[in-house]
């Protein structure tokens, strides 16, 4: 019985030293392959890649983070091929416009939220008259005669200064009064200056909107600010 189990045993000792001494397979690695964006070879590739490095230096110093460069692509290859765009020449300058004005707000939210506060607690002043337009005034001296339409000239002193106190611009310091055409000026301006007769003085408080806007003036008006103005209306010297 004993030498019936070795004669057994015999061949599964024999499979199993070979499958401990079988070599296991080479497994290679493969190396994924890299895609090489080749450089500019004409002057044409250099200027095509010189125009996207200027148009990103631009938007950049704009505020722009970034863009959907699939679309972007896709706008310069429609525009150059002819074919039709997904938007019209007025949607497109609209939907640039809208971007710019959403990063110019975000960027000047300081400037509006201050101007929002200061008008809102104003207009609380029984004193501060307030139009349909979101103009506030205080009647200094109230005049007497005639009222100047928006096509008259007006002969004027002022001056103009920032929330913060700070005065940017004043006739009353060059002892030089103004004269100007009322719709030539800024809306806040026009419509103001139309309330007052002769001998007037009028403290004007004026939204961003109906000052100069968006964009400011200069180094000393910033985008989206509240302007304070005393005007003395001299004279109206007609159309």
């Not at 590739?45 to 460069?69: Q, R």
């Not at 109230?142 to 920032?162: F, I, R």
């Not at 004043?170 to 000026?185: C, G, K, M, Q, T």
């Amino acid at each position: 019985m004993k030498k019936l189990l070795i004669a057994l045993l015999i061949p599964f000792c024999g499979y199993t030293a070979t499958a401990q001494t079988k070599k296991k397979p080479v497994i290679r690695k493969t190396s994924k392959a890299v895609v090489k964006t080749e450089g500019p070879k004409t002057s044409l590739d250099s200027a095509s890649y010189a125009f996207g490095m200027s148009m990103a230096s631009s938007l950049k110093n704009d505020g722009v983070k970034g863009l959907n460069y699939d679309l972007l692509v896709r706008g310069l290859k429609d525009a150059f091929g002819g074919q039709p765009t997904l938007l019209t020449q007025e949607g497109a300058q609209k939907a640039i416009g809208n971007l710019f004005k959403t990063l110019s707000q975000a960027k000047f939210a300081v400037n509006i939220n201050e101007g929002k506060t200061f008008l809102e607690n104003n207009k609380k002043n029984p004193a501060v008259k307030t139009t349909a337009s979101g103009l506030q005034y205080t009647v200094i001296n109230a005049g007497s005669g005639p009222k100047p339409a928006a096509t008259d000239t007006v002969l004027v002193n002022y001056s103009g200064k920032l929330l913060s106190g700070k005065q940017f611009d004043s006739s009353y310091d060059r002892n030089e009064p103004l004269s100007i055409e009322l719709n030539h000026v800024i809306p806040g301006w026009t419509e103001g200056v139309q309330l007052m007769s002769p001998g007037a003085k009028y403290k004007f408080f004026i939204p961003y909107n109906l000052a100069y806007g968006e964009r400011g003036a200069g180094q000393d008006i910033p985008p989206f600010s509240t302007l304070v103005f005393e005007i003395d209306l001299l004279k109206i010297n007609g159309k």
